[in-house]
């Protein structure tokens, strides 16, 4: 148990958080000092959320600028990290029976690039990224993950990147500082009390929480990167919360790791 890798849930935030230099990024450059050194990243990423199974096998995937109306200069970051074609193979493997294969073309969004520039600054660990099948409920999606769970024992990290509390709609463009909304706050304090518990079943099923869930994801994509990190959880293993905050009032910056 003591040489597994950790697991992680990082809330990505705004696409510029790739360039600043903030609490956030902070924290992030302080969890790849602080981590052991994984032999390669496997990243369920918000922004590929498609109806498709699939695994990044590229061994130099391209970096993938997925927004518009930024800054010029946002378009220009390259994130050269390495792919691992062995790992994709190995990640299919997992997941045969489910379907999956492998995607040699595919670069890496800015949902892994833009918190892996901080965390692992070199670009130097190989990265594989795994789709979210759009057509599959939450449960599905836990399950799935709970077929990873040795690659924590193959110095693989299992990284989720999203946000516990994303909506757009709500967002304050013009302060990105403003205090959170009472509901994303009910709703962030409301999941953590069930992380605290390692009581996961209703964060699965999170569409039953009520309105104030409703609103911290009015889609899926963001939030459900937390299951695949939660599955990787096992008895008695600490889960904590490395980074902290709110951005523009309806997004949770919150960290979640195991391990």
């Given at each position: 148990m003591t040489n597994r890798m950790p697991a992680l849930f990082l809330?990505?935030?705004?696409?510029m958080n790739a360039m600043a230099d903030n609490d956030y990024t902070g924290a992030w450059s302080a969890?790849?000092?602080?981590?052991p050194r994984?032999?390669?990243?496997?990243?369920?990423?918000?922004?590929?959320?498609?109806?498709?199974?699939?695994?990044?096998?590229?061994?130099?995937?391209?970096?993938?600028?997925?927004?518009?109306?930024f800054p010029e200069e946002l378009y220009k970051v390259q994130y050269p990290a390495p792919g691992d074609p062995d790992l994709a193979e190995q990640v299919a493997g997992l997941?045969?029976?489910?379907?999956?294969?492998?995607?040699?073309?595919?670069?890496?969004?800015?949902?892994?690039?833009?918190?892996?520039?901080?965390?692992?600054?070199?670009?130097?660990?190989?990265?594989?990224?795994?789709?979210?099948?759009?057509?599959?409920?939450?449960?599905?999606h836990y399950a799935l993950a709970q077929k990873l769970q040795s690659l924590r024992d193959d110095n693989v990290l299992i990284?989720?990147?999203?946000?516990?509390?994303?909506?757009?709609?709500?967002?304050?463009?013009?302060?990105?500082?403003?205090?959170?909304?009472n509901w994303a706050q009910r709703f962030e304090r409301l999941a953590r009390d069930h992380l605290r518990r390692a009581d996961f079943v209703p964060l699965v099923e999170y569409k039953s929480l009520g309105p104030d869930?409703?609103?911290?994801?009015?889609?899926?994509?963001?939030?459900?990167?937390?299951?695949?990190?939660?599955?990787?959880?096992?008895e008695g293993e600490p889960l904590t919360f490395p980074v902290e905050g709110f951005e523009g009032g309806s997004i949770s910056m919150l960290a979640v790791q195991t391990g």
């Open positions: 809330g990505h935030g705004n696409p969890l790849g000092r602080e981590i994984p032999r390669a990243v496997l990243c369920i990423s918000a922004h590929w959320y498609e109806s498709l199974r699939a695994v990044t096998a590229a061994a130099r995937p391209g970096t993938i600028h997925d927004f518009g109306g997941l045969g029976s489910d379907g999956f294969g492998l995607d040699g073309s595919r670069g890496l969004d800015h949902g892994a690039w833009s918190v892996l520039a901080h965390v692992y600054p070199e670009a130097d660990v190989p990265i594989v990224q795994l789709s979210i099948d759009r057509s599959q409920p939450a449960g599905w990284v989720g990147s999203g946000n516990i509390v994303h909506n757009l709609r709500a967002y304050d463009w013009g302060n990105a500082d403003t205090e959170a909304f869930a409703m609103l911290a994801a009015p889609t899926p994509d963001h939030y459900l990167p937390l299951l695949y990190v939660l599955a990787q959880h096992t």
